[in-house]
């Protein structure tokens, strides 16, 4: 196999709340791991033969990488911001591919027939226009002046509210939301899907928040992302092809999809395909 | 619901009208299997963006774009359904005739068995003739209509004589079963697993 | 009523869904079961020590059993669902309740292997699941021949509410539910009753209603 991008890339594998002794035995990219606390209680991250792998602790998660990181992992500078609550989401395993899990994350359309009567409902269906770019400083796929109508914007909240988000890719199988924050107007909460490769067909997926939200309990706002996530779960696993077509006629895209499109092409110029279909099959 | 044809999986769904379409199960949008979508009206929707297919297999709703009129260009590729007493028949092709008539008969349900076609003759211990196997098990006859799916895998479907009664029906599907785990063992025995 | 709940657990959605069916309101108090594993603390230890959720009170009453809480809330609530006005339903809601644990044996323990990671020989967890799914699709023909679409009689009792979340969630552990027509026309039918909610991986049967019109009024 010729060396793909993606291997110099940081992954998330496992929490660092979970972290112990005995160790999670995973996979990134294809290659078992051994992640665990080491004697002196920093996180370690081994192959099977006992290579130690770089390992970097941030947003609740261990991070580690099969090749060698040309940059630290992405900042979130909005998750060091004080007032905040961390949320670990935990592990759902999905068996479908990394990318196509993260753009998933991306789009907004699938709302009223995926998460009906949560984050979306008929007849509120219509995307409106909003703003794409690859910003070439970072390198990052942004999505902005996205919004969209939301049933129920909180728990609490009666009748619905057009919801405002704003969607960031810094690396290929990772995506930070920016979403409407009731409480603090102004400000935005955090909600992020970290997804780790275990094969170009399966993978991890660990989401993760940082709210402000004094007010739910901790158990609840865990239990609504996971609600989220497994909802889109079984869409996932239904997708054909399993990997994601960076072939532009595989697939018909709309206005609504641009955020996707922008994806695709910051993907395929980056060799970032693991997980992908190049050609038609 | 799926189902299999030569030409691949399939959507077959039921318009109000009662009309029977058979779908490539693939949404042309975001490769969704459109079996897990939904029917209203003479329209099959996809679960994961909406988006409406009709009879014909052109896209008439993009629920993102409500004002758009879908392009020709999306379809879905369609193949020829026949709805034939009890029975629904699918064409790979263009049909030369109607699916064949089993007069007599009634449909007592359909099953999947994980064998091929040669071990379920083998188990009934007959051949198909006219298109069906013949299978009888202590006092109860039944006939079966045999779709392969896979040189493993065999999609059979249960005539029995349309004159029975709920309690000859019953015990026609349980002489199925019978048939099936009869059918399985030997798939199973003639592959050395 | 008290129920401690896991909104991803099929057992705790049975609950909240025969409760809802029955038009009763459970007080609901969120178990955080993953990641936290709050179901094997010492609080929820002392009152279930077997350490399953979900856990069910109604003053001096717990229960630990899903099954349990399905026939309690009938009883209190909607008779007509414990299906035993004759000896011949009653028979088959004992039969299919008993039945149910059967599913959350094996296609239970298959998703949470393949979903949340949970230990499992999952072959072994799948075969028992198709075991159990063709039984079911064996029974539920037999019931359509008899004309009743429901597994114990003509209309939903509590082993339908007990059997439905772990087989309409089979494919979550990768066991694919294609193969069974009769399944699927009964689940079907459970999802259009009055009343029905979902959980997540089961979802909203959107036939049930009308298209939206151009205007984005109701058509």
Redesign the interface.
């Known amino acids: 196999m010729t060396r793909n991008a993606m291997m110099d890339e940081w992954y998330p594998v496992g929490l660092v709340s979970q972290l112990d002794a005995h160790g999670r035995s995973t996979a990134l990219m294809g290659e078992p791991i051994e992640v665990k606390r080491g004697d002196d209680g920093t996180a370690t991250v081994a192959r099977s033969d006992g290579r130690h792998l770089p390992v970097c602790i941030r947003y609740g998660h261990v991070w580690s990488s099969l090749g060698d990181p040309q940059k630290p992992l992405f900042a979130i500078p909005e998750a060091d911001q004080p007032g905040r609550r961390l949320v670990d989401v935990g592990v759902v395993r999905v068996r479908c591919s990394p990318l196509r899990a993260v753009e998933n994350f991306l789009d907004i359309a699938h709302f009223p027939f995926v998460h009906t009567d949560i984050l979306g409902s008929e007849p509120h269906t219509e995307v409106q226009n909003y703003k794409v770019e690859i910003r070439e400083d970072e390198d990052e796929v942004w999505a902005t002046q996205v919004r969209f109508y939301q049933p129920q914007a909180a728990k609490s909240a009666e009748g619905g509210i057009t919801t405002e988000y704003m969607y960031r890719v810094p690396a290929p199988t990772c995506s930070i939301l920016y979403k409407t924050c009731p409480p603090r107007p102004g400000e935005w909460d955090v909600i992020t899907l970290f997804v780790q490769p275990l094969a170009e067909d399966l993978c991890d997926v660990w989401p993760w928040m940082a709210l402000f939200d004094d007010e739910t309990p901790m158990t609840d706002l865990i239990h609504f992302q996971q609600t989220i996530f497994v909802q889109d779960r079984s869409i996932l696993e239904n997708q054909i092809p399993g990997l994601l077509p960076l072939d532009p006629g595989m697939e018909i895209p709309t206005r609504a999809d641009l955020t996707s499109v922008a994806y695709r092409r910051w993907l395929k110029r980056h060799g970032y395909t693991y997980g992908a279909q190049l050609v038609a099959q | 619901?799926?189902a299999q044809s030569p030409a691949g999986r399939v959507a077959l769904w039921r318009g109000r009208s009662g009309r029977v379409s058979a779908f490539a199960?693939?949404c042309?949008?975001?490769?969704?299997?459109l079996?897990?979508g939904?029917?209203?009206?003479e329209?099959l929707?996809?679960?994961?963006?909406?988006w409406?297919y009709a009879q014909a297999g052109n896209c008439v709703?993009?629920?993102?774009?409500?004002a758009?009129t879908p392009p020709e260009t999306?379809r879905v590729a369609t193949q020829h359904v026949e709805d034939g007493g009890g029975i629904i028949w699918i064409s790979a092709g263009e049909p030369t005739g109607g699916p064949p008539r089993f007069e007599g008969l009634a449909p007592?349900?359909?099953?999947?068995v994980e064998a091929g076609i040669v071990a379920l003759e083998e188990a009934t211990g007959t051949s198909i003739a006219g298109g069906l196997l013949d299978y009888t098990n202590a006092d109860t006859s039944v006939r079966l209509l045999l779709a392969p799916e896979s040189p493993a895998r065999t999609l059979m479907h249960v005539l029995i004589d349309e004159d029975s009664n709920?309690d000859e029906?019953?015990t026609a599907?349980?002489a199925a079963?019978a048939l099936r785990r009869a059918a399985e063992h030997i798939e199973r025995g003639g592959t050395g697993r | 009523m008290k129920l401690y709940d896991y909104v991803l657990s099929p057992s705790c959605y049975k609950v909240r869904l025969m409760a809802a069916l029955a038009g009763v309101k459970l007080d609901i108090w969120p178990v955080d079961f993953h990641p936290g594993a709050e179901h094997r603390g010492p609080e929820l230890m002392a009152l279930n020590p077997a350490g399953s959720i979900p856990i069910f009170e109604d003053g001096d009453l717990v229960l630990t059993e899903s099954s349990a809480m399905l026939v309690y809330l009938a009883a209190k609530a909607a008779q007509q669902w414990l299906g035993n006005d004759t000896a011949m339903p009653a028979a088959r809601v004992q039969q299919w309740l008993s039945f149910s644990h059967r599913l959350t044996a094996s296609l239970g323990a298959a998703r949470l292997h393949e979903m949340l990671l949970r230990p499992g020989n999952i072959d072994a967890l799948r075969g028992q699941g198709t075991v159990a799914l063709r039984e079911l699709e064996a029974g539920l023909i037999e019931q359509r021949i008899r004309g009743q679409n429901f597994l114990a009689s003509d209309r939903p009792t509590v082993a339908d509410i007990a059997c439905f979340p772990y087989v309409a969630l089979a494919p979550d552990g990768g066991v694919s539910l294609d193969p069974y027509p009769a399944i699927r026309l009964w689940s079907r039918a459970v999802r259009s009753l009055d009343g029905f909610i979902e959980m997540p991986g089961i979802h909203r049967l959107h036939e049930l209603k009308p298209e939206p019109g151009p205007e984005g009024g109701e058509a």
């Open positions: 619901m799926p199960d693939r042309p949008h975001r490769g969704m299997r079996s897990h939904f029917v209203r009206g329209t929707s996809c679960i994961y963006h909406g409406g709703r993009i629920p993102a774009h409500p758009l999306v007592v349900r359909s099953m999947t709920p029906r019953i599907s349980r079963e």
